[in-house]
Nanobody, 130 residues
Framework: DVQLQASGGGLVQAGGSLRLSCAASGFNFRINTVAWYRRAPGKEREAVLCISNSDGTRYYADSVKGRFTISSDNAKNTMYLQMNSLKPEDTAVYYC???????????????????????WGKGTLVTVSS
């Protein structure tokens, strides 16, 4: 069975750091597009960042550039979201997701995360206080 499990959320103060983990089973991250999404209070779910593991193409939301980094451990089939310099507006439920197509979408001269990810993990709540 294909499963994704996100963990590592919690309460942190503004300016702090947190690392989220997403453990996968049933498939290999190396041949897929992987992503982190989030849903903030009162807002729609949005793509935070994603990467195509086939060619390395990446997308970062403008709001997290320079602060968030995605990485993976192929041996453990786990990916991570390192969040630094956290802000109150980063408060949201964070989800890891995987798309079977190993490439980001290209439109209008830019790359974007797939519109519809194939698999979703349970979200983990990140709360940033000021």
């Amino acid at each position: 069975d294909v499963q994704l499990q996100a963990s590592g959320g919690g309460l942190v103060q503004a300016g702090g750091s947190l690392r989220l983990s997403c453990a996968a089973s049933g498939f290999n991250f190396r041949i897929n597009t992987v992503a982190w999404y989030r849903r903030a209070p009162g807002k729609e779910r949005e793509a935070v960042l994603c990467i195509s593991n086939s060619d390395g193409t990446r997308y970062y939301a403008d709001s997290v550039k320079g602060r968030f980094t995605i990485s993976s451990d192929n041996a453990k089939n786990t990916m991570y979201l390192q969040m630094n310099s956290l802000k109150p507006e980063d408060t949201a439920v964070y989800y890891c997701a995987v798309d079977l197509y190993p490439a980001l979408h290209y439109y209008g001269g830019s790359y974007y995360c797939p519109k519809n990810m194939d698999y979703w993990g349970k979200g983990t709540l990140v709360t940033v206080s000021s």
